[in-house]
């Protein structure tokens, strides 16, 4: 964006609708150096614009990519035989078994904090908490004889025990971290890496899981990143060229100096196939100078004295030259001063 030197030697493009009035013949009057008024004779077959009350804008655009606005891999919890995993596609919600490799399971409960321990009585933390809220949930304490707090006591490991027995593991009433996987909300397979029947160690990935909701991350470059902010509009275009709606999440450094990270959000989740690792089309306006009275540029004259100057055509049909200030030019468009909303400008 610059502010106007020479108007005349700005080239116009897409100058967009404007109001335009055809005149058989006319006479500029034309504001000299000494500031007199003369009138000039004007080609037959001119015609007017009108200034008009807009916003000047910079459209941009760049590409990202759809993601999972969440993933994990699910490890084996032994080393065997994977016997049985869900499919791709499936969804994962709490009580849902992941995955069977030779006698144990991986079975996912509600909740964010990952088990990163085996749990046994005694055992206190939020996770006791977290294992603790999804067991009752799961109605193995119909007699309420559990009090959901961080405490691994002997009603808990009782509750533990029934909940093995309905699993078809060995009832210990000790929680092994790996046949738990705690997810803060329903998520969906995205691939079985250890099918049926392939042998695993212990911690190998077997299946991955991601969010059903996704985000689009793109790497844009600075000059255009720097008109971004969280909370910002912007239009998503698909692979069939369905447009959606999104909002800017994050605008963070990128891999260099040269490019910011953005991760946008699509407004309507709903709308969103699964598209993992597809790329789009991002676009977005930026709105530089709001409710401008603007000009075309060419319909500026530039005085040997160094100001500018446009013919205004009033109603009875008679012109004067008012000298005005230009300001931003975008598009073909001039933020101008000096003359009102509405008024005819004499287009040479």
Do not use: C, K
């Not at 941009?60 to 994977?82: D, F, K, Q, R, Y």
């Not at 007699?143 to 405490?151: A, C, I, L, P, R």
């Not at 000059?223 to 605008?251: C, N």
């Not at 004259?301 to 013919?311: A, E, N, P, T």
Request: aromatic share 4%; glycine share 8%.
């Amino acid at each position: 964006m610059q502010r106007v030197r020479d108007i005349r030697s700005i080239a116009v493009f897409g100058v967009g609708a404007v109001a335009v009035t055809t005149l058989a013949a006319a006479a500029f009057l034309v504001l000299n150096d000494s500031g007199a008024t003369t009138a000039e004779d004007v080609p037959i077959g001119y015609s007017t614009v009108e200034v008009q009350q807009r916003d000047l804008t910079v459209d941009h655009e760049a590409v990202g990519s759809i993601e999972p606005l969440n993933a994990l891999v699910v490890a084996s919890p032994t080393s065997g035989t994977v016997i049985e995993t869900l499919r791709p596609g499936a969804t994962v919600s709490a009580g849902s078994i992941i995955a069977t490799v030779d006698d144990r399971v991986v079975v996912a409960i509600d909740g964010a904090t990952p088990m990163y321990r085996d749990l046994t009585v005694g055992d206190v933390g939020p996770d006791v908490a977290q294992l603790e809220a999804a067991l009752v949930g799961f109605g193995l304490d119909p007699d309420v004889n559990v009090t959901v707090d961080d405490e691994f006591t002997a009603a808990t490991a009782s509750m533990v025990r029934d909940w093995q027995a309905t699993i078809g593991i060995v009832e210990s009433g000790v929680v092994r971290a790996s046949n738990i996987v705690a997810l803060p909300e329903p998520m969906r397979v995205t691939n079985v890496i250890g099918s049926m029947g392939t042998q695993v160690a212990e911690g190998d990935p077997i299946v991955a899981l991601a969010t059903h909701d996704q985000v689009v991350n793109a790497l844009v470059p600075i000059v255009d990143a720097t008109t971004l902010a969280a909370g910002a509009a912007v239009v998503l275009r698909l692979p069939d060229r369905t447009e959606l709606d999104g909002t800017v999440h994050a605008v963070t450094l990128g891999t260099d100096a040269t490019v910011r990270s953005v991760v946008i959000t699509f407004d309507d989740p709903g709308l969103v196939p699964s598209l993992d690792g597809v790329t789009i089309d991002i676009s977005w306006t930026d709105v530089v100078v709001e409710d401008a009275p603007t000009l075309p540029a060419d319909v500026f004259r530039h005085l040997d004295s160094g100001i500018y100057v446009v013919d205004i055509l009033a109603a009875d049909g008679t012109t004067s030259a008012v000298q005005v200030q230009p300001g931003m030019v975008l598009g073909g468009l001039v933020e101008v001063s000096g003359v009102p909303a509405g008024a005819a400008v004499i287009r040479p």
